[in-house]
């Protein structure tokens, strides 16, 4: 079943600005994950936060979680053309289950 | 080096047919995946197996049939195409639940 839920669907802003993405979720999870994909390729890792951490950075990224809200951000900020591409969360749930992806939310980085 | 690689890239076929799409992995990972992604974007798990063996058997039709030679490679193998068959299909892997490697992608279209 369907666990998150990225907003907005998609986002345009121009170079230089922040970017933020949301994701919510359902069920309780052992972490949760954010991937980028760019237009025709496979989905590529960017960042972790455990379910016992807040708050996880990684160059230009900046990761929030919330689990009493079920939910997560991303931010980029100083954003270039290359950001351009889909992002999803996903999340690992406790015992045998697969990584359940969100739909993504589209980002446009206008030059 | 590629990492995880899928052949073909695009495969175009008539409804009924059969066709095979395989994966390879060279990161020495004990886990790998199918994921199918829609036309929406939005990326499903089909199957995962552990060293050969099938561990995630999501509700997918019995047209179906995934096979792990070894463990660098799942290949799936489809059965009387259908339509609806037509999507992105992702290969994956993983060595841990923190972070998994995707293969290009391979476009199947249905006519």
């Known amino acids: 079943s369907q666990q998150g839920e990225e907003d907005p669907q998609a986002l345009s802003i121009q170079e230089g600005e922040n970017a933020t993405m949301n994701c919510s979720y359902k069920?309780?999870?052992?972490?949760l994950q954010w991937y980028r994909q760019n237009s025709g390729r496979g989905l590529v890792h960017l960042i972790l936060i455990r379910s016992n951490e807040r708050e996880k950075h990684s160059g230009r990224l900046r990761v929030t979680l919330d689990t009493s809200k079920k939910s997560s951000s991303l931010l980029i900020t100083a954003s270039r053309a290359a950001d351009t591409a889909s992002y999803f969360c996903a999340t690992d749930s406790p015992g045998n289950t697969p990584l359940v992806f969100g739909k993504g939310t589209r980002l446009s980085v206008i030059a | 080096d590629t990492a995880v690689s899928q052949t073909p890239k695009y495969l175009v076929t008539q409804m009924g047919n059969d066709k095979s799409i395989k994966c390879e992995q060279n990161?020495?990972?004990?886990?790998m995946y199918w994921y199918k992604q829609d036309s929406k974007k939005f990326l499903k798990i089909m199957f995962s197996?552990?060293?050969?063996?099938?561990?995630i058997n999501e509700t997918v039709p019995n047209r179906f049939s995934p096979k792990s030679p070894d463990k660098a490679h799942l290949n799936l193998h489809i059965n009387s195409l259908e339509l609806g068959d037509s999507a992105v299909y992702f290969c994956?892997?993983?060595?841990?639940?923190?972070?998994?490697?995707f293969g290009p992608g391979t476009r199947l279209t249905v006519l």
């Open positions: 069920t309780s999870i052992n972490n």
């Open positions: 994956a892997s993983s060595q841990t639940r923190n972070e998994q490697f």
């Open positions: 990161l020495g990972h004990d886990t």
């Open positions: 197996y552990n060293n050969k063996e099938l561990i």
